[in-house]
């Protein structure tokens, strides 16, 4: 009878995100009830690595909060990467999903 081995291998890695402060401002965001950073909504979305519709939809869903409903819109960075990290991780939970061999 033959014997099924598996095999796990972890990775772990680490992400350093550098914004430079001329375009990042400190505020107060009412839904996270914290001082954050608001972030231009072009810079949000080179963040996310998404183009700037989609960071309106998650604001219009109110995934992701913003500081100013006018123009300039700042999106706060702290909600943009728990969106993004949700995100990521729905994605690799479905992507690892290996489906069972028969025997």
Known sequence: MATKKTVRITIETERHL????????????????????MVPL????????????????????????????????RVCLKSLLTSISKKLLERDSKSSRIPAAED
Not at 49 to 58: A, M, Q, S
Request: glycine share 0%.
């Open 42 to 73: 072009e810079s949000a979305a080179e963040l996310a690595r998404v183009d700037v519709e989609t960071i309106r939809h998650l604001l219009d869903s109110e995934k992701v909060h913003q500081w100013q409903p006018v123009a300039p819109v």
């Open 18 to 37: 550098v914004i430079r402060h001329a375009t990042s401002a400190r505020v107060w965001c009412e839904s996270c009830a914290a001082e954050v950073d």
